[in-house]
Each structure stands twice: as C-alpha cells, then as structure tokens.
C-alpha cells in the first residue's frame, strides 16, 4: 500500500486531534445547553521534507520518560513527529535552536539527518510520556545512539560523480571548436 505524504500527515493529525479530544471528554461532563464550541486551531503544523513515501513506513512507539530522565544524544532513520501525552518534555534538535519545553497536547518534529541533542523529562518528581510516530524507509534501524553523521557515503559518492559531470560538460561547452 502506498501512501502520500499528505495523507500521512493527515492521518496523524486526526490521530492527534483524537488524543486531545479524548483526554479532553474524561476531564469533561457533557451538558446539553453547552453552545457549540468554536473549531479549534491545529495542535501542530510543520512543512515535510521532499522525499517520496514509496517502500516506507511509521512506527508509532510510546516512550516513557521516568521522573528526573535524561536521554542520550541519538539520531533516526527518516523522520520523526512526536507528541507529548503526559508531563513535560525538553528538548533540542540540530538545527532549531535551543532547547523547548513541550507539554501535553504539543508536538515537535524531528527533520531528516538532525540529531536529538536534548532529551530529558523536565520534571524530577513526575512522569512524562510521547507518543513518537517514525517515518523511515522499510528496515531502516529506527533510533540510533550519538549524532547523526554527514550524508552517506553513497550519495557523496553521487554528488562527487554529479559534480565532475557538470565541470566535464561545462569544459566540453567552453572548449575552442
């Protein structure tokens, strides 16, 4: 089954939407002269990356943060999107600035090739928990331990061919005839 993007997105956000709903609704007594509630704005809005969603797939995976947790630096296959279920969350990713707080009802977005640099529960006396939802090609290895390195040898192998093809073709148009 292939899936786009766009309908990958979609999908999660109604996933989200469910979630916040969800908790919203046990918090909540119903009452039947309640006026209708205005729509609410997005939980989360993030430009994707340019790949193609063809032989991937999402692992969406719980992940407990104890009271006082500090996670490693790590990095992932693909991307990630992440929501907060319970608690509060800080973290930094490569390439975002410095560090942010996330609490129940929020997302953050990992983009492909970052390093998870920050990764702690921001409370030493109550649990934190994500819901974590890994867009990654089929067998990747999904979480991988320390910064994520340059592009792989193979396409700096691809850009290095691709760069001497153009100085070759660039020499060949400016050659004398």
């Given amino acids: 089954m292939v899936i786009t993007r766009r309908e990958a997105v979609a999908s999660f956000a109604v996933l989200a939407d469910w979630l916040v709903a969800s908790a919203q609704a046990d918090a909540q007594t119903p009452s039947s002269s309640a006026p209708p509630t205005p729509p609410r ?4 809005k993030q430009d994707l990356p ?5 032989d991937w797939e999402v692992t969406v ?3 407990d ?12 296959a693909g991307f990630v999107l992440a929501y907060v279920l319970e608690g509060a969350v800080v973290t930094r990713i490569s ?7 996330y609490t129940v009802g929020q997302m953050f977005y990992e983009q492909p090739g970052a390093t998870h640099e920050v990764s702690r529960n921001a409370s030493q006396t109550q649990p934190a928990k ?5 867009f990654a090609k089929k067998g990747s290895v999904l979480t991988t331990p320390g910064p994520a390195k340059g592009p792989s040898a193979e396409d700096a ?3 290095e061919k691709s760069t001497l093809d153009s100085i070759s073709m660039r020499s060949a148009i400016l050659a004398p005839a």
């Fill in 41 to 44: 704005p997005p939980v989360f």
């Fill in 95 to 101: 390439e975002q600035g410095e560090e942010k707080t």
């Fill in 61 to 63: 995976s719980h992940v």
């Fill in 50 to 54: 340019n790949v193609t969603l063809d």
């Fill in 130 to 134: 994500l819901l974590a939802m890994i």
């Fill in 65 to 76: 943060y104890p009271p006082g947790r500090i996670g490693a630096v790590h990095h992932h």
């Fill in 157 to 159: 192998e691809d850009a």
